[in-house]
């Protein structure tokens, strides 16, 4: 994992762009039917980023998974969605076998049509520095560093 700074990014929602790929845009529920796409993104949760202890303390305010399937109908990219009031992005996560297609992207903005749809004010999502090019190419705009909470605080940090 890299020790790149984290960076703090939001965006307004302002019309609908088309994402080409078949993105489902599930309540939780509707997720939580789907025992394998379950499996699918708690493999990845264990195995692409550094602790699962966060994911479990974002999950009760989880309303709203992207998902993304491959030509054979199985899970392979998600996106997390906690909606307060904006609407703030966790967990984009995509298969390690089929990266580099433009399902993080069409996951983004899909949510973001979604968002929009829903008259959402503001979406917001924090990120390691390197992927600063793909969430602009959303739409969003870098506002400043995120400074991660100290240990043993609320674990709102970076994902
Ligand atoms: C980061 C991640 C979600 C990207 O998924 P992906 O489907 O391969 O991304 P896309 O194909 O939609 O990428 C679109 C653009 O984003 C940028 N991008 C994607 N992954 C990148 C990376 N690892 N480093 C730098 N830029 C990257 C590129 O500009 C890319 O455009 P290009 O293919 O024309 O160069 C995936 O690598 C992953 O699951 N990583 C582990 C979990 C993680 O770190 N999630 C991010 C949490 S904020």
């Known amino acids: 994992m890299s020790a790149d700074p984290e960076l703090l990014y939001y965006c307004k929602p302002g019309g609908e762009r088309p994402t080409g790929h078949l993105v489902e845009f599930l309540g939780v529920q509707a997720f939580l039917a789907d025992e394998p796409a379950c499996k699918t993104l708690w493999d990845l949760v264990s195995t692409q980023f550094r602790t699962r202890g966060k994911f ?3 999950w009760p305010g989880v309303r709203f998974v992207a998902v993304h399937r491959d030509a054979d109908g199985s899970a392979d990219g998600f996106l997390l969605v906690n909606t307060p009031v904006n609407w703030q992005i966790d967990y984009v996560v995509v298969r390690p076998d089929r990266r ?3 399902i993080a992207g069409v996951l983004v903005i899909e949510t973001l049509n979604q968002a929009h749809r829903r008259d959402v004010p ?3 999502l924090t990120s390691r520095a ?3 090019p793909l969430y602009e190419a959303c739409g969003f705009t ?3 560093d995120h400074q991660p909470p100290a240990p043993g605080t609320t674990p709102t940090g970076p994902r």
């Open 56 to 58: 479990l303390a974002v």
């Open 100 to 102: 580099g297609l433009g």
């Open 122 to 124: 503001y979406v917001t």
């Open 130 to 132: 390197e992927l600063r």
């Open 142 to 144: 870098a506002v400043g």
